[in-house]
């Protein structure tokens, strides 16, 4: 499926978050996706992700999660400065502006007349996958695809400790988690206690593991596993399109 490109402004607490939109272009409604970078913003790597499932048929909505911080545009390089950069950026965030901008962009793809208002999900990677995962605490969101999530087993995020695996039961959707063994930044009893929280609260989900490392879907870097990721999004879309329909 072809797809169109733009780019949104949304304004929240007086910042303006730039919004990057992947759309199918055959006129018609689609699920609508809220898409979490991870901490370098939306470069190459990231959009062609997000144009890769709008291509699936999903409005996805993508906006710079750092945007009270950089300028708009502003792209981090993976590099060992951009990688400092990124996570003080994502330190010196507050936890309620994360949840802000979750807000907006949600009710961004809820006015638009190409979005089924009832099929709204989200989507993440890193600090993202976390994001994402926290997004689905809104009780329509109905899908949450959460690739390997930093920060939801020991509540780091920004400002503060995130409550998100506290607030597990809040989630009335379906959670697709996935992580790979090599990760250093999700270890095996950091996937347990989110495994567990969901199974507790009887969080209908699905998780899978790789043997691959930490951002191995990113097409720039040494740890980019091609296998293991078109098997990964095999799953992702099968799993996206059960929940929606």
Not at 156 to 176: H, N, P, Y
């Amino acid at each position: 499926m072809q797809i169109t490109k733009r780019n949104v402004g949304l304004t929240v607490d007086d910042s303006l978050m730039r919004v990057y939109v992947a759309a199918p272009e055959p006129k018609g409604q689609y699920p609508g996706i809220l898409f979490y970078s991870d901490i370098y913003q939306l470069g190459r790597p990231i959009t062609l992700l997000a144009d890769r499932l709008a291509g699936y048929g999903y409005v996805v909505a993508a906006p710079e999660i750092f945007h009270r911080l950089e300028p708009i545009g502003a792209v981090i390089e993976p590099t060992d400065l951009g990688k400092m950069r990124g996570n003080d950026d994502a330190r010196r965030t507050e936890i309620a502006e994360y949840d802000a901008d979750a807000q907006a962009v949600l009710e961004w793809l809820k006015a638009e007349e190409s979005v089924v208002v009832d099929k709204l999900g989200t989507f993440g990677f890193c600090i993202g996958g976390h994001l994402a995962f926290r997004a689905a605490l809104q009780s329509y969101v109905k899908a949450a695809a959460c690739c390997y999530p930093t920060g939801i087993h020991s509540g780091k995020l920004g400002r503060g400790v995130a409550d998100t695996i506290q607030r597990v039961s809040e989630i009335q959707g379906e959670i697709f988690t996935l992580f790979g063994t090599l990760d250093p930044h999700v270890p095996p009893e950091g996937r347990q206690t989110i495994l567990q929280a969901l199974d507790q609260a009887g969080v209908r989900h699905k998780t899978l593991l790789y043997e691959a490392n930490h951002t191995f879907m990113r097409d720039d870097g040494y740890r980019y596993d091609p296998e293991a990721t078109d098997r990964a999004w095999g799953e992702i879309v099968e799993f996206l399109g059960r929940v929606f329909g």
